[in-house]
């Protein structure tokens, strides 16, 4: 069974740029999340999707923002893209919505803003 | 608000010692309690869950954790550590009154084996 697999691998904006990432879960999964992880700040929650609807949102500004396809796909979009931006992106897959839901991780996207 | 503290930041050990590393919790609900780990230019591995049920839990690659209420704590252990088990250990929280699969994660704790 292919795991979550997160496109593209790495990718190089600069400042004020948008990029969007996209993440596509493990078949059958229909729940996906979004984390940044970066050195200062550690791993932090983004936003979740179940059935192509924003489930949970994390404190992050406006200018992060996600969807989920019909496919249970999902991609995020970053504008107006920030130094501070730059960090590795990793997305999660569940089986569904729920609490005791083990979110299983993709090898991530990392960005890197000049 | 919930959240995770691992103690500590790195930590040095030699091959076939024992390791244990250290998560501390803080909740005032129940929770269900998680470790990854994360090798280099990689995402993250669930290295085991607690649930429900056993306070101790058993681990793919030799590791367990025990979860102890009282001390609202779930210490990751192994008996004897490989050089391949190097790499970035993630405790991370869920909690009962949560909507979602959202994960509060610890810092991390690098475990550094060595020959």
């Known amino acids: 069974k292919a795991g979550v697999t997160q496109t593209p691998r790495y990718l190089i904006k600069t400042r004020g740029q948008q990029v969007t990432l996209s993440c596509s879960p493990i078949s059958g999964h229909r729940s996906v999340s979004w984390y940044q992880q970066t050195p200062g700040q550690g791993l932090q929650f983004l936003f979740e999707y179940f059935s192509e609807t924003q489930r949970n949102k994390g404190n992050f500004p406006g200018r992060f923002s996600g969807r989920q396809f019909s496919n249970s796909r999902s991609e995020m979009n970053v504008s107006t893209l920030e130094l501070g931006d730059s960090a590795l992106y990793l997305c999660?897959?569940?089986?569904?919505?729920?609490?005791?839901?083990?979110?299983?991780f993709g090898d991530g996207t990392r960005l890197s803003i000049l | 608000a919930q959240s995770v503290t691992q103690l500590d930041s790195q930590v040095p050990v030699f091959e076939e010692a024992p390791v244990e590393l250290r998560c501390n919790y803080s909740s005032s609900v129940s929770v269900y309690l998680f470790w990854y780990v994360q090798y280099p230019n990689q995402g993250l591995q669930l290295l085991l869950k607690y649930l429900s049920g056993s306070t101790l839990v058993k681990g793919i690659n030799g590791f367990e954790a025990e979860f102890n209420k009282s001390q609202t704590s779930f210490h990751l252990r192994k008996p004897s550590v490989h050089i391949s088990d190097t790499a970035e250990y993630f405790c991370?929280?869920?909690?009962?009154?949560?909507?979602?699969?959202?994960?509060?994660f610890g810092k991390g704790t690098t475990l550094s084996v060595s020959s």
């Open positions: 991370a929280v869920r909690t009962f009154n949560q909507a979602g699969t959202a994960l509060i």
């Open positions: 999660a897959s569940s089986p569904g919505w729920g609490i005791n839901q083990p979110q299983h």
